[in-house]
């Protein structure tokens, strides 16, 4: 038995799907996506109409985060980390407000699914190996995945060590978008998932009232900490990123 | 006969994966809380230096109980093996 939350906009769903479900098959999670995206770009017009020198209300939030973002990624990214800002924002905010939209009863979280999130992590694993050949060119970017080989001296690169080496982190590299996808997707639909569950005890121990109070107490509890791991797996994905990114583009220092 | 057998073995395996999975990340979860609360509280000003690695390691340790979660999730609801089992039933 599934244990399925009811959905708000299952109407709406449905209503695409019939119109374009032949081109591009429509589900419950891109309409909310959608949902998210017209939030953040309500928010986004409404604060740049209102641009204040002396900022009010919504505008200070806004400033808060990109100032918070910019402290966060200056150690890890150095000098590039004002050219990265504008994509390790978007992922905040965006990852930040599907998270928190799934705690809404009748709402999904976009994030609880994994397309959404792999479609995030290939789009940083793309910036990564991008910017990092773009940054230090072709040869030295691949001379940097045989790692502790480049400093012993021209001698190694007639043992097989290198190559070997090479091929381990090249797996490495391609373990990291679905570690990143996985851990954000994972959390949020378990979270739901446990959310449903409990739903679901609820209804089935109306008969034996004895037991109510069991899903009753864990429902909050379970929410309190969804709200707690959203501001987490949000935080982890956006500070991931900058590692990855950070680590790609950082010269050398010697 | 076969195939309760089968999800008798599956819904096992998934309880099982998820359980065994969670021991090794809590030790290790727990030694990496101490090790913390033990810097903070000899230097509490290094909070916010802590704090950061900190969170990020919790995290990394999870993300290993989350791979056995999915492997979990995968054989409960979309079990690619199960079609091989309730196509008799229903045909």
């Known amino acids: 038995m599934h244990a399925e939350p009811p959905f708000l906009l299952g109407q709406l769903t449905k209503l695409i799907d019939e119109r374009i ?11 909310m996506t959608w949902v998210v995206m017209l939030m953040i770009i309500a928010a986004a017009v409404v604060i740049r109409l209102g641009l204040k020198k002396i900022p009010t209300g919504l505008q200070n939030i806004v400033e808060i985060l990109t100032q918070e973002l910019l402290n966060l990624s200056e150690p890890l990214m150095g000098k590039h980390a004002r050219f990265f800002l504008p ?28 397309n959404t999130t792999i479609a995030m992590a290939v789009i940083v694993f793309l910036s990564t190996h991008f910017f990092g050949i773009k940054q230090k060119g072709l040869i030295k970017y691949l001379q940097h995945f045989t790692d502790p080989c480049p400093q012993m ?18 797996i490495g590299e391609i373990a990291k978008p679905f570690s990143l996808s996985i851990r954000l997707f994972i959390n949020m639909a378990s979270k739901h998932l446990m959310l ?15 037991l109510i109070f069991l899903p009753t107490l864990l429902v909050p509890f379970v929410m309190a900490l969804g709200i707690l791991v959203c501001f987490v797996q949000t935080f982890i994905f956006v500070l991931l990123s900058m590692v990855y990114i950070g680590m790609a583009t950082q010269e050398e220092e010697h | 006969m076969e195939s309760s057998y089968f999800f008798a073995l599956t819904v096992l395996a998934a309880a099982l994966g998820v359980g065994i999975a969670a021991i090794g990340p809590g030790i290790g ?29 919790l995290a990394i340790m999870e993300t290993l109980v989350l791979y056995a979660l999915a492997v979990s999730l995968i054989l409960l ?6 079609s091989m089992f309730t196509a008799a039933v229903v045909h």
């Open chain 1, 21 to 31: 479900g032949q081109l591009i098959p429509i589900n419950d999670y891109i309409v």
């Open chain 1, 87 to 114: 994509l390790m924002g978007t992922f905040a905010i965006f990852i930040l407000i599907s998270n928190l939209i799934g705690l809404i009863p009748g709402l999904k979280a976009p994030t609880a699914n994994w």
């Open chain 1, 153 to 170: 001296g021209w001698w190694v690169w007639l043992t097989p060590l290198p190559y070997g080496l090479f091929f381990i982190h090249l």
């Open chain 1, 196 to 210: 449903g569950v409990l739903a679901l005890l609820f209804i089935l121990f109306l008969k034996k009232l004895a």
């Open chain 2, 29 to 57: 979860q727990g030694i990496a809380t101490g090790k913390a609360v033990e810097g903070i509280a000899r230097q509490p000003e290094a909070t916010g230096k802590i704090m950061v690695p900190f969170i990020l390691g």
């Open chain 2, 77 to 82: 609801f979309a079990n690619p093996f199960a």
